[in-house]
């Protein structure tokens, strides 16, 4: 399996279907799985589709927050599916289903979700006097049936995992992981490691190192 990791280690890309894999390696971090979705309480396909076939728990949750208003475009819920013990992440990329994806959505729906986890970190942080971990995992979010270019959507990715850290001045920035996966291919491969090159070749505290895909502390 192939990785790319920022300087600060708090990134890390991973080419590999397995977004619902069973195995994460940090069994103490909570586990997050984010996505994409319409405000129209739809999640009939892609991702959505096996986020709702693999957790139902959470789908009428999402259902009623849409019918409510109370998710719109650019918002975010995130939910608990307590058989599995992860949370689903849904970030509102778009207000409908099909190529209605905008990016300005999904920044501000991705931006959404990491204030909710902080938000959820400092309460938990009150009641066990401890910043508990996280694990986010993505996929290309608005990418394939929303319509937004693959490459635009890994431009916005890694652009607000390096926002997530002023966040509250991101205390917990150190103990959030995210881990965007990737479907096989290599025309992925390369869209995402120009992405990540663009994002972090002139990065103040680091250097890309093109050979190892790393960035690597100055």
């Keep these: 399996m192939e990785t790319m990791s920022t300087w ?3 990134f890390t890309v991973k080419i590999s279907e397995g977004i619902f894999d069973d195995t994460w390696q940090e069994v103490e971090h ?32 999402y259902v009623n927050s849409c019918r409510a208003g109370s998710l719109k475009p650019g918002g975010a819920v995130i939910l608990l599916d307590e058989p599995s013990g992860i949370f689903i992440a849904n970030a509102a990329s778009q207000d409908k289903p099909g190529k209605f994806a905008r990016e300005e959505w999904m920044r501000e729906s991705l931006l959404n979700v990491y ?14 006097g401890s910043i508990p971990k996280f694990h986010v995992r993505l996929p290309l979010i608005g990418a394939g049936i929303g319509g937004i270019p693959p490459e635009r959507s890994a431009d916005i990715i890694f652009d607000t995992v ?57």
Excluded: W
């Excluded at 892609?46 to 789908?59: D, E, F, L």
């Design 162 to 218: 390096d926002k997530v850290k002023n966040i509250h001045s991101m205390m917990a920035g150190e103990k959030v992981t995210t881990t965007l996966y990737l479907r096989p291919g290599e025309s992925h491969n390369k869209i995402v490691t120009e992405a990540f090159t663009r994002h972090y070749a002139e990065f103040p505290n680091g250097k890309y190192d093109t050979s190892s895909g790393r960035i690597t502390p100055l």
């Design 115 to 128: 204030r909710q986890i902080c938000t959820h970190q400092f309460a938990l942080q009150q009641t066990t």
């Design 8 to 10: 600060s280690g708090d």
């Design 30 to 61: 909570f586990r997050v799985i984010g996505h994409g979705v319409n405000t129209s309480g739809v999640m009939g396909a892609g991702i959505a589709g096996q986020i709702a076939n693999r957790y139902p728990s959470i789908v009428p949750h």
